[in-house]
């Protein structure tokens, strides 16, 4: 493995780079036909029909093929309504830190180094709460070392995978020694409901469980994080979040997301391109959380943007679905495996609970 202490000198400002992305799914494979067949047999009787048409239209939806659950079998799926409170805060843990162990190795490994150059931990999720946090299992997990930095945050909801790079930036940015893992990893099955409310059935057709890793340092490697900008529309906090009924989380999932969604994220991105004085057709990478297929055609329209810019975002759509906050993480690495090019630009943009937009503007090396 690379040697990296000394790199460049010590409190120096250097620029941060994205190294290399790691991704991983539990073994188990939803395909959308099957699930659809299942969930019809087991719920039928306490789905309304009306309720029942729109479980079958969105699963029937071409936008995604297949999507992962960290479960062992498809009949624990569908029996997740009924899991036990302790029961799944135990699988939340277990999976949460499988999960994110997987793709932090993996995305070392793209790197060129090994746990002992970490120096710092972040872990962002917003399907599970345990205490301590999700990164005091990878320190012990991964044989990290007891001194590293580590920070934990929920709350973010399927945009949190950019926060938790600001930070790293930040941190990177202050100190050449500095190697950090920003761990994005959603258990989106910890919060499995079923019901006759629209927001549960779209959320059971859409959400997949997945982890997402990327190492950040100050080595010319990768990608720089070159500009960030974040904003938050608390008016709109009730249209997409999670609400506590009973003591188990259940999503909460508005109509009005879509033109929400058409009506912010554009003006969000065009302010970042502003600042950066640069026009939007310099923008060769797109990596856009796919929320739902509706969402994605509205922000192409709304930014102009042809279908081979929104093809990362439609591809990881189809093959893994929304896997909240991990999901942008995917599209970087398939864009980061497919080449960027020294100078070309990339944009991530994900969105969600707050309601909140974030952006960070990469360009390559």
């Known amino acids: 493995m690379t040697e ?11 620029t941060p780079h994205i190294a290399a992305v790691g991704i991983a799914n539990p073994p188990h494979r939803i395909v959308q036909a099957e699930a659809d067949r299942l969930l019809s047999i087991h719920y039928a009787g306490q789905l309304k029909p009306r309720s029942l048409d729109i479980m079958h239209k969105v699963l029937a939806h071409p936008s995604i093929r297949e999507r992962y659950a960290s479960v062992g079998s498809i009949e624990e799926l569908i029996a997740l309504k009924n899991e036990d409170p302790d029961v799944r805060a135990e699988r939340f843990t277990r999976w949460s830190v499988e999960l994110s162990a997987a793709a932090i190795k993996q995305a070392l490994n ?3 180094i090994d746990t002992n150059n970490v120096t710092t931990l972040i872990v962002n999720t917003c ?6 946090g999700i990164s005091t299992y990878l320190i012990e997990h991964l044989g990290l070392s007891p001194d590293i930095r580590a920070y934990d945050m929920v709350g973010s909801g399927c945009g949190g995978a950019i926060p938790n790079l600001q930070i790293a930036r930040s941190l990177v940015a202050g100190n050449a020694d500095e190697v ?6 959603e258990i989106c099955t910890a919060t499995f409901q079923m019901g006759n409310d629209i927001s549960l059935i779209i959320s059971n057709a859409i959400f997949g469980d997945g982890a997402a890793a990327a190492v950040v340092w100050g080595r010319p490697q990768g990608l720089v994080l070159h500009a960030t900008k974040s904003r938050f529309v608390p008016e709109y906090r ?16 508005s109509p009005q997301l879509p033109r929400l969604n058409g009506e912010i994220v554009p003006l969000l991105v065009r302010d970042l391109l502003a600042e950066n004085r640069l026009p939007i057709e310099d923008i060769g990478h797109w990596a856009i959380h796919p929320g739902g297929d509706r969402i994605l055609d509205i922000l192409a ?7 081979d810019k929104m093809a990362v ?13 991990p ?39």
């Open 127 to 132: 399907t599970g709460y345990i205490c301590p």
């Open 4 to 14: 990296i202490a000394n790199a460049v000198p010590n409190n120096t400002f250097v």
């Open 180 to 185: 950090v893992v920003s761990v994005s990893v």
């Open 238 to 253: 009730a249209d997409v979040r999670y609400i506590h009924k009973n003591g188990q989380l259940h999503n909460q999932l």
């Open 110 to 112: 793209r790197a060129g």
């Open 301 to 307: 329209q709304k930014l102009d943007l042809n279908p």
């Open 327 to 365: 999901t942008v993480l995917f599209e970087l690495k398939r864009i980061m495996d497919t080449g960027v090019a020294t100078g070309d630009w990339c944009m991530m943009v994900a969105f969600g609970a707050g309601f909140s937009v974030h952006a960070y503007l990469l360009q390559g090396v």
């Open 313 to 325: 975002s439609r591809g990881v759509l189809a093959d893994y679905g929304n896997m909240s906050s």
